[in-house]
């Protein structure tokens, strides 16, 4: 079972593609194993340095929708709200649901298992059954991409 911050492995098409750092292309297999693991340990490590993390086009986000990537072993939902991108820990802070799957109103949004509601901007829970706030991330565009810094 994973931790309630990390995204299960899932082969996800949306997971691939994007949530790669920036300038990090050593995903090879074979010789490079034994780095490359060594890689991805350091970054589950607890206090690493925050990295700016490519999530994806602007305009590959619509209005009021949302999706996730994984970083590090975190899983990270984006939001885009009226053209506004705000990122949040990707998976609900009462069970396992992942609030890019949530239902958008506003600045809120609503877990698709127990609906329980939550501020996008601040993170914040606003009401049952959900009493522990999301992480939240910042964001910023930059030549039409959007990245988040994870910590
Ligand atoms: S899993 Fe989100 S409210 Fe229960």
């Keep these: 079972m994973p931790s309630e911050d990390q995204c299960p492995h899932s082969k996800n098409e949306f997971e691939r593609p994007i949530g790669v750092p920036i300038g990090r292309t050593n995903l090879n297999f074979g010789p490079n194993e034994t780095k490359r693991k060594t890689t991805m ?7 690493a340095a925050p990295e700016w993390v490519l999530a994806a086009g602007a305009h590959a986000l619509a209005s009021e929708d949302a999706m996730r ?4 072993g975190k899983c990270i939902a984006v939001y885009n709200l009226s053209g506004s991108f705000y990122a ?3 998976i609900c802070t009462h069970e396992h649901a992942f609030m890019s799957e949530g239902y958008i109103d506003g600045e809120t949004v609503e877990c698709p298992l127990h609906q329980g509601l939550f501020n996008i901007r601040t993170g914040a829970a606003l009401s049952p059954p959900v009493t522990k706030n999301l992480q939240t991330f910042k964001t910023k565009v930059e030549n039409g991409q959007v990245y988040v810094l994870v910590e």
Excluded at 69 to 72: L, R, Y
């Design 88 to 90: 949040t820990s990707g």
């Design 69 to 72: 990537f994984t970083h590090g």
């Design 41 to 47: 340990a350091e970054e589950n490590t607890a206090g």
